[in-house]
């Protein structure tokens, strides 16, 4: 079992490619953002890479001043 923030848990998750979607930049974008601890995720190891969770990436966002795109 992994161990994910209790806010993490009633929010939304996005993968690293659901956010460089929705952001329009590059995976490795977002990846660099989340090791330079820009953006907090939560690493569910191996394959299933990271997960961001909503709550998170409108933090990110807030502190940059953009919206988050709806799907």
Known sequence: ???????MMDDQLYTVEEVA???????????????????????????????IARSALEQFLREREEPVKDE
């Not at 079992?1 to 806010?7: D, F």
């Not at 929705?22 to 820009?38: A, D, F, Q």
């Open 1 to 7: 079992m992994y161990l994910v923030e209790a806010n």
């Open 21 to 51: 979607s929705r952001l329009s930049v590059h995976p490795e974008t977002v990846r660099k953002w989340i090791k330079n601890g820009e953006l907090r995720a939560t690493n569910l190891g191996g394959r299933a890479g990271y997960r």
